[in-house]
C-alpha cells in the first residue's frame, strides 16, 4: 500500500464507510494538507500515515 491512497481505496482497507470518510474531512476532523491532499487533477487523497498517527492519538475507550 503507498503513502496517499484514494478514498475508495481506504474505504476498503480501513471499513470506514466512503461517506464517513468525506465527512470527517467535511468537519475538519481530517485536514486538508496533512490528513488529505488534492492531487494535481483535483482527486482527494488519504494520507494512510498522518490518519493512523490520528488513530492512535485518540484516547482509549
Given at each position: 500500500?503507498?503513502r496517499?491512497?484514494?478514498?475508495?481505496?481506504?474505504?476498503?482497507?480501513?471499513?470506514?464507510?466512503?461517506?464517513?470518510?468525506?465527512q470527517?474531512?467535511?468537519k475538519?476532523?481530517?485536514?486538508?494538507?496533512?490528513h488529505v491532499?488534492?492531487?494535481p487533477?483535483?482527486?482527494?487523497?488519504i494520507?494512510?500515515?498522518?490518519v493512523?498517527?490520528?488513530?492512535?492519538s485518540?484516547?482509549?475507550?
Open positions: 500500500m503507498g496517499y491512497v484514494t478514498i475508495k481505496r481506504y474505504s476498503e482497507l480501513s471499513g470506514y464507510s466512503e461517506e464517513a470518510i468525506r470527517k474531512i467535511k475538519g476532523i481530517w485536514r486538508l494538507s496533512k491532499h488534492r492531487a487533477d483535483g482527486r482527494l487523497l494520507n494512510v500515515e498522518e493512523e498517527k490520528w488513530i492512535v485518540c484516547p482509549e475507550v
